[in-house]
Every structure is written in C-alpha cells, then in structure tokens.
C-alpha cells in the first residue's frame, strides 16, 4: 500500500504581505488541495516571503564564531590571499566546522540555497572544498549548496593550482570551476580561461570568474569570457562575480549588457557601494540574470558580513537609492528568484507547484520588510520548519 502524501497546512499567513491565507503543501511543493492526513502550523497573521539565494558566499575564509580576529593592513589581492592562509594555519577550529556554523546561521536567517566559493591552491589541497562540502551535507535537509574552486592565488601566480582545479572538479568536490582576475591579477588572461573553460568542459560542470577588474582591461576579459561561452556552447552555465566594469561601464553599458545577455551568462553582484553595485533591473532588461551574495564574512579581508541576504537586499536597495515600493521589493525578489535563477533552482513563489520554501516576517509590506530587516520568526524548507527565531529546529 503507497504511503499517504505528507500534507502540511500553514494557516494564516500572508504572501508578501497580502491578504490572509491557508497555504497547503504536499510533500514538499505548496498545492491547491490537502491529500491524506493534515498537520497544521498557525502563522499567525506573518508575512510569508520566499526565502533567499546568496549566490556569492567564502565559508572557507570565515571567522564567524571565532574570538575576534584582529586584522593586519594588506595591500591586493595578492596581500589579502597571503593573510587568508596565515589565519588558514593557525586557526584552532578546522574549516568544515567554521563553514557549519555560518551556514547554519544563513539558514536561520532566510537562506534556501548558496554557492559556495572556496579556495583551491597547493597552500591549502583540496581541504577548505572539503570541509565545505562536508558542511553542506550535514545541513542538506536545510540548504542547497553548490561548490566553487576557486583559485584565490591565482593559476599562474601559484603553480600546482591548475592539478588541483582538475582534481576537484574529476572527484565531485566542486560543482563549478572558478578563475580570477586572469589578466589584472594572475597576469595569464587566455591561459588561465583556457584552462578553466577546458575542465568545465570535459567534466559538464559550470564556470564561475571572479572579475574585479574595472575599465577596458575589465571589459577586455569579459568579451573573452563571452567568446568562450559561445564556443563551447555554455549558455547558462557561467557566472562572472563582481563584475565591476559592468556596473562602471557608462554610455557602453546597454552594449555590454546585450552582450553577456545573448551569451546567456549570469552575474552576481554584493552590492557593496553604489559605485560597484550591478544594476539588476536594466541588466534584465537584456536578459541577464542576476544574483545577489555575501562575499567573505568576518574574514580577513574584512571584519564586517553577516550572511543575512535580507540584510543584503536592504544593502542592494540601499546603493541603487531605492525610495519607490516597487524599486524596495525588486532588490529582495532580486535576491530571492534571480538567485535562484543563478544556481538552477525553480522560483520559490508561493504559488502551486513551486517549492515550499519561505520565511515568516512581522511586517506591514514587503518594503517596509526590506527597510525595517524584522526578525525572522520561522523559515521553511520544502514545507518543514526548519529554524524558528534564530535557531536551527
């Protein structure tokens, strides 16, 4: 005899602020009709919003729960790169541990899925993806988890790097390959994408490049990046982080943007300062899917971070000087349905069919939500709750 469907009705809440509702969900997915035996949750009156994707996140790097962490000035990359294996060696806590307890906490705050940068390079092996990737399982009933080797020290600039990139990727530890900066930083710009495009397609895994680079030399690399993509026939399967030459690029920007969208190549921005944040509104506009991360957190590269993507959204809404309703809701939805676009996720929208996946939020209106971050009562995961008021269930 089949097993009755798991039917969980959360009574009285309100989707994005909205009227009050009963929302059904059967194993998992919210539906239009209980089937079998019903659980029910009493919400309240909360508002429901869909929970959120970062989309841009170094667990590997994190201090987060850690005594404090006194930080030493560091110029460039290369500098930073150098203080992050230094804390790396002498940390008392092992990585997989410290990336637990900040995904765990993401969770807490409203997180469904990230991605999941770590560094690759012969300082550290394979270990940091390790102890992601052992992280993620322990939360897999809470959080999906796509992983990113990413060769923080470059390809050229640290060799052996290129061996463990392919290693990574051949024995399932990441799910994408990363690159950096390859003509501003690792001084390699054709070698280093060569090699990355080369691993991602032999093995059918995604790219991910981290481009700080500004100007020409920014735009220079983001072509090359376009013309591989194409040839390979990688349409939705790259990413460029950061892209700071896109946010900057003036009177190019619609042919730029045109450009990436066309190519089927996604963005993701942190949204730091007005000066760098992506414009996500006008880069859909020409078809660019854009996601919305944390970076590092209390790393050493910066005290600050909280992995908190409502924070986030509050941030992005921020250095774009949203004021209107409309502009204050699209930086969360923004964070919620284009990053998930970003990692391969269906829209968690509340509506039949979609996955059960949301968090519960005192609250007038989705703006006032994103202006005022209210505290996160409850997040659910495929219809079960999964934290309640800042603590894992």
């Given at each position: 005899?089949?097993?009755?469907?798991?039917?969980?009705?959360?009574?009285?809440?309100?989707?994005?602020?909205?009227?009050?509702?009963?929302?059904?969900?059967?194993?998992?997915?919210?539906?239009?009709?209980?089937e079998?035996?019903?659980?029910?949750?009493?919400?309240?009156?909360?508002?429901?919003?869909?929970?959120?994707?970062?989309?841009?996140?170094?667990?590997?790097?994190?201090?987060?729960?850690?005594p404090?962490?006194?930080?030493?000035?560091?110029?460039?990359?290369?500098?930073?790169?150098?203080?992050?294996?230094?804390l790396?060696?002498?940390?008392?806590?092992?990585?997989?541990?410290?990336?637990?307890?900040?995904m765990?906490?993401a969770?807490?705050?409203?997180?469904?899925?990230?991605?999941?940068?770590?560094?690759?390079?012969?300082?550290?092996g394979?270990?940091?993806?390790?102890?992601?990737?052992?992280a993620?399982?322990?939360?897999?009933?809470?959080?999906?988890?796509?992983?990113?080797?990413?060769?923080?020290?470059?390809?050229?600039?640290?060799?052996?790097?290129?061996?463990?990139?392919?290693?990574?990727?051949?024995?399932?530890?990441?799910?994408?390959?990363?690159?950096?900066?390859?003509?501003?930083?690792?001084?390699?710009?054709?070698?280093?994408l060569?090699?990355?495009?080369?691993?991602?397609?032999?093995?059918?895994?995604g790219?991910?490049?981290?481009?700080?680079?500004?100007?020409?030399?920014?735009?220079?690399?983001?072509?090359?990046?376009?013309?591989?993509?194409?040839?390979?026939?990688?349409?939705?399967?790259?990413?460029?982080?950061?892209?700071?030459?896109?946010?900057?690029?003036?009177?190019?920007?619609?042919?730029?943007?045109?450009?990436?969208?066309?190519?089927?190549?996604?963005?993701?921005?942190?949204?730091?300062?007005?000066?760098?944040?992506?414009?996500?509104?006008?880069?859909?506009?020409?078809?660019?899917?854009?996601?919305?991360?944390?970076?590092?957190?209390?790393?050493?590269?910066?005290?600050?971070?909280?992995?908190?993507m409502?924070h986030?959204?509050?941030?992005?809404?921020?250095?774009?000087?949203?004021?209107?309703?409309?502009?204050?809701?699209?930086?969360?939805l923004?964070?919620?349905?284009?990053?998930?676009e970003v990692?391969?996720?269906?829209?968690a929208?509340?509506?039949?069919?979609?996955?059960a996946?949301?968090?519960?939020?005192?609250?007038?209106?989705?703006?006032?939500?994103?202006?005022d971050?209210?505290?996160?009562?409850?997040v659910?995961?495929?219809?079960?709750?999964?934290?309640?008021?800042?603590?894992?269930?």
């Amino acid at each position: 005899m089949d097993e009755q469907p798991r039917t969980t009705v959360f009574r009285d809440l309100r989707p994005l602020g909205g009227d009050p509702v009963d929302l059904v969900v059967v194993d998992g997915n919210v539906a239009a009709e209980a089937e079998g035996e019903t659980a029910v949750v009493d919400c309240g009156g909360l508002i429901a919003l869909p929970t959120l994707v970062d989309a841009h996140i170094h667990p590997d790097k994190t201090t987060w729960g850690e005594p404090w962490h006194s930080r030493s000035p560091a110029q460039g990359i290369a500098g930073f790169g150098a203080q992050d294996a230094e804390l790396f060696r002498t940390s008392p806590t092992p990585v997989g541990v410290r990336a637990e307890r900040l995904m765990a906490h993401a969770v807490t705050r409203g997180t469904r899925a990230m991605r999941a940068h770590a560094d690759v390079a012969p300082v550290y092996g394979l270990e940091g993806l390790e102890g992601v990737r052992r992280a993620a399982r322990n939360l897999a009933h809470a959080l999906d988890v796509q992983t990113v080797a990413f060769p923080q020290h470059g390809v050229r600039r640290s060799p052996g790097t290129d061996s463990l990139l392919e290693e990574a990727v051949r024995t399932g530890l990441a799910d994408l390959v990363g690159g950096i900066d390859p003509e501003g930083f690792d001084g390699d710009p054709d070698g280093q994408l060569d090699l990355v495009f080369d691993i991602a397609d032999r093995h059918g895994v995604g790219v991910d490049i981290h481009l700080h680079d500004r100007g020409d030399l920014g735009v220079r690399t983001m072509d090359a990046v376009i013309e591989r993509t194409r040839a390979l026939d990688m349409g939705g399967s790259v990413t460029v982080s950061h892209a700071f030459c896109v946010a900057q690029a003036g009177d190019g920007f619609d042919r730029l943007a045109a450009r990436i969208g066309a190519a089927g190549i996604s963005l993701t921005t942190v949204a730091s300062d007005a000066a760098r944040v992506l414009p996500a509104a006008r880069l859909r506009e020409h078809g660019v899917r854009v996601g919305v991360g944390s970076d590092g957190v209390r790393d050493s590269w910066s005290p600050f971070g909280d992995a908190d993507m409502l924070h986030r959204a509050h941030m992005m809404a921020r250095a774009l000087s949203s004021r209107l309703d409309g502009e204050l809701s699209d930086a969360y939805l923004t964070a919620a349905h284009s990053g998930a676009e970003v990692v391969g996720l269906p829209a968690a929208d509340l509506a039949v069919g979609s996955p059960a996946d949301f968090l519960l939020v005192d609250g007038e209106c989705l703006p006032q939500v994103v202006v005022d971050l209210p505290r996160r009562r409850t997040v659910v995961r495929a219809g079960r709750v999964v934290a309640r008021d800042g603590r894992l269930v």
